[in-house]
């Protein structure tokens, strides 16, 4: 199929004008978004034509922090109560009888969740290699899906005899993993627009390898001309760590490591300071916003109204699924503008989308500086579309626009949950997480009627439960 046609949708398109078209729709071909508008302005035929009348039609969502691995272990009994340092040690052990297989099958099971939630683009951390385990097993469980994939050849050096939190089982030596993470890049980066595929560097956190590993990896990355990411800040134990390993607090650190630029996200980032939102915007780091995560381990909530006041690019993160235990990025969406406003009930705040990318604050027009704007459905959309595009360095995402990637979902809004709803943008946020009923990557059907169209859902499920089993046992 070259063509596609989109007819009569509710159509967001995210733009820098932000548009909305009642009886939209989008004319693609090869995998590009070629005409946008009105239905009546498009071309009347295509190979594929789809009426979505009483569907709202979104860009796709982009998730910029996840480790599909973990979905393997959702809701472990000795794991549900327990805050980060202790969730990690009770699961380390467990994740180290992880084999390929079932690298391969989590990775297509939290695929599938993320297509059945909006999400057309992932970045994926995977930071240990039991058993023979590597992240091509990851890649080629993602080109069997169809979402594109940001691969993170994570990391772990730093075991506990050395003072590390992971055991020594589960790290490498770094000479190992600096040789393997080049092999990645020469194998399987493309960093041309409409790319499925790209190569991240990223070592865990600062708790799990040596300082000389980032500063290797930084050199390494910025050789190749690929992004970095990690894990800083957050919780408060991880600055107590930094503090007596290295004698910095974690953001400080990261600039003693050369991990300070345009070309660098973190997840979390949620114990920091004015002065290190500052030197964020300065550097134009990214952050990966992951509130449920947060929320889940008690580690607390982002200062996200400062982020996007400061000029922080700002985009949302599912997290692990051991502590989230569940792939939904419209969820995602949605526990961000509910934490804001618990958080940041604030004065004079917009993140209205700037061109640049990620929502930006500002005074809204007309908006005195008593009174107190609270953060809006469209403004967490754009987090999970523009936000993240920005976040990841892509400028063929996160928008539906003439010559952009044709990444888009569709939501039914004729449906018991959504009844009632006076609002069809604002229906996919504020009410419970829904299932896309259509999710489409570079112009193919991920998800197609509420179905996944390119892998067995059933099979998959089983095969992921078997393996899920496996490793709890004794």
């Given at each position: 199929?070259?063509?596609?046609?989109?007819?009569?949708?509710?159509?967001?398109?995210?733009?820098?004008?932000?548009?909305?078209?009642?009886?939209?729709?989008?004319?693609?071909?090869?995998?590009?978004?070629?005409?946008?508008?009105?239905?009546?302005?498009?071309?009347?035929?295509?190979?594929?034509?789809?009426?979505?009348?009483?569907?709202?039609?979104?860009?796709?969502?982009?998730?910029?922090?996840?480790?599909?691995f973990q979905t393997l272990?959702?809701?472990?009994?000795?794991?549900?109560?327990?805050?980060?340092?202790?969730?990690?040690?009770?699961?380390?052990?467990?994740?180290?009888?992880?084999?390929?297989?079932?690298?391969?099958?989590?990775?297509?099971?939290?695929?599938?969740?993320?297509?059945?939630?909006?999400?057309?683009?992932?970045?994926?951390?995977?930071?240990?290699?039991?058993?023979?385990?590597?992240?091509?097993?990851?890649?080629?469980?993602?080109?069997?899906?169809?979402?594109?994939?940001?691969?993170?050849?994570?990391?772990?050096?730093?075991?506990?005899?050395?003072?590390?939190?992971?055991?020594?089982?589960?790290?490498?030596?770094?000479?190992?993993?600096?040789?393997?993470?080049?092999?990645?890049?020469?194998?399987?980066?493309?960093?041309?627009?409409?790319?499925?595929?790209?190569?991240?560097?990223?070592?865990?956190?600062?708790?799990?390898?040596?300082?000389?590993?980032?500063?290797?990896?930084?050199?390494?990355?910025?050789?190749?001309?690929?992004?970095?990411?990690?894990?800083?800040?957050?919780?408060?134990?991880?600055?107590?760590?930094?503090?007596?390993?290295?004698?910095?607090?974690?953001?400080?650190?990261?600039?003693?490591?050369?991990?300070?630029?345009?070309?660098?996200?973190?997840?979390?980032?949620?114990?920091?300071?004015?002065?290190?939102?500052?030197?964020?915007?300065?550097?134009?780091?990214?952050?990966?916003?992951?509130?449920?995560?947060?929320?889940?381990?008690?580690?607390?909530?982002?200062?996200?109204?400062?982020?996007?006041?400061?000029?922080?690019?700002?985009?949302?993160?599912?997290?692990?699924?051991?502590?989230?235990?569940?792939?939904?990025?419209?969820?995602?969406?949605r526990n961000a503008m509910?934490?804001?406003?618990?958080?940041?009930?604030?004065?004079?705040?917009?993140?209205?989308?700037?061109?640049?990318?990620?929502?930006?604050?500002?005074?809204?027009?007309?908006?005195?500086?008593?009174?107190?704007?609270?953060?809006?459905?469209?403004?967490?959309?754009?987090?999970?579309?523009?936000?993240?595009?920005?976040?990841?360095?892509?400028?063929?995402?996160?928008?539906?626009?003439?010559?952009?990637?044709?990444?888009?979902?569709?939501?039914?809004?004729?449906?018991?949950?959504?009844?009632?709803?006076?609002?069809?943008?604002?229906?996919?946020?504020?009410?419970?997480?829904?299932?896309?009923?259509?999710?489409?990557?570079?112009?193919?059907?991920v998800v197609k009627e509420?179905?996944?169209?390119?892998?067995?859902?059933?099979?998959?499920?089983?095969?992921?439960?078997?393996?899920?089993?496996?490793?709890?046992?004794?």
């Open positions: 199929m070259s063509t596609l046609l989109i007819k009569n949708a509710y159509l967001v398109t995210m733009d820098d004008h932000q548009r909305e078209i009642p009886e939209g729709g989008l004319f693609v071909r090869r995998g590009l978004i070629q005409k946008v508008g009105k239905t009546s302005e498009l071309p009347e035929t295509a190979d594929e034509v789809l009426d979505l009348k009483g569907h709202v039609l979104l860009p796709g969502l982009i998730n910029t922090h996840h480790h599909f272990t959702r809701a472990v009994p000795a794991a549900q109560d327990a805050n980060l340092f202790n969730w990690l040690k009770t699961l380390y052990p467990i994740w180290a009888k992880i084999k390929p297989e079932d690298i391969f099958t989590s990775t297509q099971t939290a695929l599938a969740e993320l297509a059945f939630s909006g999400c057309t683009t992932a970045s994926d951390h995977l930071y240990l290699y039991p058993n023979g385990s590597k992240l091509d097993d990851e890649i080629a469980a993602a080109l069997e899906v169809g979402l594109r994939l940001a691969a993170s050849r994570g990391s772990m050096s730093l075991g506990e005899s050395q003072g590390g939190l992971p055991p020594d089982s589960v790290v490498d030596s770094e000479d190992a993993i600096l040789k393997d993470s080049q092999r990645l890049i020469e194998t399987y980066h493309d960093a041309k627009p409409g790319s499925m595929t790209q190569i991240v560097l990223a070592p865990c956190s600062p708790f799990s390898v040596t300082t000389d590993l980032m500063k290797q990896s930084a050199k390494l990355a910025r050789n190749y001309g690929v992004r970095l990411h990690t894990h800083l800040a957050e919780t408060e134990d991880e600055e107590q760590f930094c503090l007596e390993k290295f004698g910095h607090r974690p953001v400080d650190y990261m600039q003693a490591v050369d991990w300070m630029g345009a070309d660098v996200w973190f997840a979390h980032a949620v114990h920091v300071n004015a002065i290190e939102i500052q030197a964020f915007a300065k550097h134009q780091c990214g952050v990966a916003h992951c509130p449920t995560s947060n929320m889940r381990l008690a580690s607390g909530i982002a200062p996200l109204k400062e982020y996007l006041q400061a000029g922080v690019n700002v985009g949302l993160g599912v997290d692990g699924s051991a502590s989230n235990d569940g792939s939904h990025l419209l969820a995602e969406v509910l934490v804001s406003r618990v958080k940041e009930g604030i004065t004079g705040f917009s993140a209205t989308p700037s061109p640049s990318g990620s929502p930006k604050g500002v005074l809204r027009e007309g908006q005195g500086e008593g009174e107190r704007k609270l953060m809006t459905a469209r403004e967490a959309l754009a987090l999970g579309t523009r936000g993240g595009a920005a976040v990841l360095g892509r400028k063929d995402i996160g928008s539906l626009e003439v010559g952009k990637c044709a990444d888009f979902f569709a939501v039914n809004l004729n449906q018991l949950g959504l009844a009632g709803m006076h609002d069809p943008v604002s229906a996919v946020v504020f009410g419970q997480p829904v299932r896309a009923d259509y999710t489409v990557v570079n112009g193919k059907f509420g179905q996944l169209a390119t892998v067995d859902e059933g099979k998959l499920i089983e095969r992921h439960n078997q393996a899920a089993k496996r490793l709890l046992a004794n």
